[in-house]
């Protein structure tokens, strides 16, 4: 397959060395200063840019029929003008807060998790994300996945707030900044007698990087917007 690197900062470059043992060739790696490129030259496009960068790309890639994998963070407020476009091009698209193997099987055991709490109100529940300081979007996008899926499956709560929040029915979601840190997620519900703790400790970027391509793989000769949940049948 001829993959397109949106993005070639830490994320561009792991998934590079993937896609290449894979047996893939990158055709195009796009960074800032790239500005006149061909996007048809590839088979699939995978974007890890910035929150300022990603829905221009996913757009270059929708209005030249390529399909286009995101995991860029922090863009969401057009993923709705992203999901309509692909629908009007007849493209190909998926984007994932997260890409790993773990984290989308943690996603699973959050919302099974939110299900079984529904009638304790005794407990309450509150995330906590860290990463790298690096990093530029707060919460992180994975955190925002996570809050949703207990909001989704668990009526004690209707919204997530960064930090503190004074509103029972409200998560909130502390993201703490640590040199080096690919990326730990943990949900917790306390009472007063005790916590229960879920988490996921991503150790490096390789599952992110390898989801990614797995995805981009599975969308090649698709039509329609995906998620991770249809690529590894969950
Ligand atoms: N969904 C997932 O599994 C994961 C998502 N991420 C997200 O991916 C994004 C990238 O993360 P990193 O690689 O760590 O960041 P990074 O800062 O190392 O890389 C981003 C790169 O995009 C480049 N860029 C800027 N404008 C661009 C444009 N118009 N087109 C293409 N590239 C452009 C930057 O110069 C930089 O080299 C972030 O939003 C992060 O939250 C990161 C890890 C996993
Ligand atoms: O910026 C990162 O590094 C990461 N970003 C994603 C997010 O915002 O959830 C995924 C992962 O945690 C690493």
Redesign the pocket.
Known sequence: MKIAL?????????IEKIAISRGHDVVLK?????KDYDITKADVAI????????F??ITNCLNNGVPVV??????LENYDKALALCKEKKGAFI??????LG?NIFFELNKTLAKMMRNLKEYQVTMEEI??T????AP???AITLAEGVIENNNNYNAWELDTTNKKSTIPIAAKRIEDV??THSVNYASEVDTINIEHI?HN?Q???L??VVAAEWLVGKTGVFSMKDVLGL
């Open positions: 949106l993005g070639y900062g830490r994320m561009g470059q792991t796009i960074d800032k200063d790239d974007d890890f840019s910035l929150p300022s960068a990603a221009g790309n995101s995991g860029t963070t922090g863009w984007y994932a807060s997260n890409f790993s984290v990463h790298h690096k990093k530029l979007d992180s996008g994975t690919p990326g991503a970027r599952g992110f990087a989801g990614a």
